[in-house]
């Protein structure tokens, strides 16, 4: 080594050590003047548009193993929705013995009209995890959706909720009956309150339907303004309510820290804190993915749609948004999908990571104010003790040029001398896909094209804990999970 370079690697570590990004981690849950997201016990899951579900479940082998890969990591099956744009297009058919009923020009395509039988519920009833079945409003058929919530409340034995309408502020452009005459958030919401009472009566159940579920942004379409028209009587129906939401925009946009937690506080924050304060109930994002419309091919299948997965899930159920359901659209035609019949989607891995933290923690903590680039998060177990933090250097990278570096620092751990394992997220850049090779990883593991099934070996790297601190390297577009416990 010349005196040259000695010199240049010097002033890059003292450059390092001055600027690293310093979370103190507290020792208990509650303290440090942190804000506490109590945790749902599986808060990261899967929304299946309504005609595709049984698609997904009996011809796409990814699907069972990418849902039980996480039911392995936690202990729970992640919940999962079914529902989306054709669930307002779909007509209940007791008589008919198939799943689902229509007919595509192209296989790429969603069906303009369907109609669905009882084996579409006995189907959702045969998972083992919690499901939310969307049904139709827009056709005004409100006897037809009677019979179909009836089936579902009887076959699908872990129902959690079920929805009467989706994304309802489109009625109007989608021609749907229902908005045949005036239709505003106004006329809407009391659509919603009279469905919950006369679908919740009918079905006998209190505390089952998922309210909401519109898609143009809060307060104009939010559940402030549906939980000023419901009574009583009403709102004892409402188990839960629900937005859904596409921030869009460029790979670097989306994958960038602060625009993320901006997002996430701009839209949700006043929302979620009114049903808190009004209600008590749960706030959740129904449906979800990166760009809207089953998502955007240069941009969603990216390994910064990935890094925004996993910064997305976790910012939300920091500010209590109690679960997140990313969309999966039509097999075969969908870039935001984690996965498809033949080949992983990059946000599975960013998924995953998300999953790892949460993984049996019961409190969730934000540790940045949601300002820069570097972002923190700590998960708490069932005695309020850190479990994991996750570190997240959002700068971009775009495989040119040099690849930047951050050191976070984590103080407060105790432990004197002790060894703290992690688990790296980290691939080629921001621009690799998992469908075109790229050197994606989590903790050095990949998940099989068209199989979900996990290789490599798990991989863990350690530092020693001095003086309560510990402080690791993480690139641009890395994230590091590193484990307390
Ligand atoms: C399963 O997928 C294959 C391949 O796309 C398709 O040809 C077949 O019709 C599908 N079967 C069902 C039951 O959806
Ligand atoms: C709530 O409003 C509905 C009509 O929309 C009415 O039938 C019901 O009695 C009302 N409940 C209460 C507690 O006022
Ligand atoms: C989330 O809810 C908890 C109480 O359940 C509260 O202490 C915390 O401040 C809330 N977080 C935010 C971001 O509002
Ligand atoms: C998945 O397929 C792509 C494209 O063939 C390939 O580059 C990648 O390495 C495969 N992934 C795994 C984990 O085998």
């Given amino acids: 080594m010349t005196k040259i370079t000695q010199y240049a690697v010097l002033c890059a570590t003292?450059?390092?050590?001055?600027?690293?990004?310093?979370?103190?981690?507290?020792?208990?849950?509650?303290?440090?003047?942190?804000?506490?997201?109590?945790?749902?016990?599986?808060?990261?899951?899967?929304?299946?548009?309504?005609?595709?579900?049984?698609s997904y479940f009996t011809n796409v082998t990814a699907t069972n193993q990418c849902l039980s890969n996480w039911k392995d990591l936690t202990g729970v099956w992640p919940p999962i929705r079914i529902g989306g744009t054709t669930q307002d297009r779909a007509s209940f058919d007791a008589s008919t013995s198939a799943y689902v009923d229509y007919s595509v020009a192209n296989p790429a395509d969603a069906?303009?009209?369907?109609?669905?039988?009882?084996?579409?519920?006995?189907?959702?009833?045969?998972?083992?995890?919690?499901?939310?079945?969307?049904?139709?409003?827009?056709?005004?058929?409100?006897?037809?959706?009677?019979?179909?919530?009836?089936?579902?409340?009887?076959?699908?034995?872990n129902l959690l909720a079920i929805e009467l309408g989706n994304e309802p502020e489109y009625y109007p452009k989608d021609g749907q009956p229902i908005a045949s005459g005036t239709w505003n958030p106004s006329v809407d919401a009391t659509s919603q309150v009279n469905w919950n009472i006369q679908v919740g009566s009918a079905v006998g159940k209190n505390n089952i339907i998922q309210a909401g579920n519109w898609n143009q942004a809060p307060p104009?379409?939010?559940?402030?303004?549906?939980?000023?028209?419901?009574?009583?009587?009403?709102?004892?129906?409402?188990?839960?309510?629900?937005?859904?939401?596409?921030?869009?925009?460029?790979?670097?946009?989306?994958?960038t820290h602060s625009e993320t937690a901006s997002n996430i506080r701009s839209l949700f924050d006043a929302d979620v804190a009114a049903v808190k304060q009004q209600t008590g109930k749960e706030y959740v994002l129904g449906e979800t993915n990166s760009v809207s419309g089953g998502g955007a091919a240069a941009i969603s299948p990216t390994w910064g749609a990935a890094l925004w997965t996993m910064d997305y899930v976790l910012?939300?159920?920091?500010?209590?948004?109690?679960?997140t359901y990313f969309h999966h659209g039509t097999v075969g035609n969908c870039q935001y999908c984690f996965w498809g019949r033949y080949s992983m989607g990059a946000p599975y891995y960013g998924a995953t990571a998300a999953v790892a933290?949460?993984?049996?923690?019961?409190?969730?903590?934000?540790?940045?104010?949601?300002?820069g680039n570097y972002a923190g998060y700590a998960s708490f177990d069932g005695?309020?003790?850190?479990?994991?933090?996750?570190?997240?250097?959002?700068?971009?990278?775009?495989?040119?040029?040099?690849?930047?570096?951050q050191a976070f620092t984590l103080t407060g751990l105790d432990g004197g001398g002790s060894v703290v394992r992690a688990k790296r997220l980290t691939a080629g850049s921001s621009l690799s896909r998992a469908d075109r090779g790229g050197d994606l990883s989590f903790g050095g593991q990949t998940w099989g094209n068209g199989t979900c099934v996990v290789g490599g070996k798990?991989?863990?790297?350690?530092?020693?804990?001095?003086?309560?601190?510990?402080t690791f390297q993480v690139k641009a577009a890395e994230a590091l999970l590193v484990y307390l416990q």
């Fill in 14 to 54: 003292l450059a390092q050590g001055v600027d690293a990004v310093t979370f103190a981690v507290p020792s208990k849950v509650g303290t440090g003047g942190y804000s506490y997201a109590p945790l749902d016990p599986a808060p990261l899951g899967i929304s299946f548009e309504f005609f595709a579900f049984p």
């Fill in 111 to 157: 069906p303009m009209t369907l109609t669905f039988g009882p084996k579409f519920m006995t189907l959702a009833g045969t998972y083992p995890g919690r499901v939310v079945v969307g049904l139709n409003r827009g056709k005004n058929n409100i006897q037809n959706t009677i019979a179909a919530a009836k089936v579902a409340v009887a076959e699908v034995k």
């Fill in 220 to 255: 104009q379409w939010g559940a402030a303004q549906l939980m000023a028209k419901e009574n009583a009587t009403s709102r004892q129906y409402v188990r839960h309510y629900a937005h859904h939401n596409y921030p869009g925009g460029s790979i670097q946009k989306l994958q």
């Fill in 315 to 323: 910012r939300a159920t920091a500010s209590n948004i109690s679960r």
């Fill in 357 to 371: 933290l949460l993984a049996g923690a019961r409190h969730l903590a934000a540790l940045d104010n949601g300002a």
């Fill in 383 to 405: 005695e309020g003790r850190p479990l994991r933090v996750l570190v997240y250097n959002s700068d971009y990278y775009a495989a040119t040029g040099n690849r930047g570096s």
């Fill in 458 to 470: 798990e991989t863990f790297e350690t530092a020693s804990v001095a003086n309560g601190q510990v």
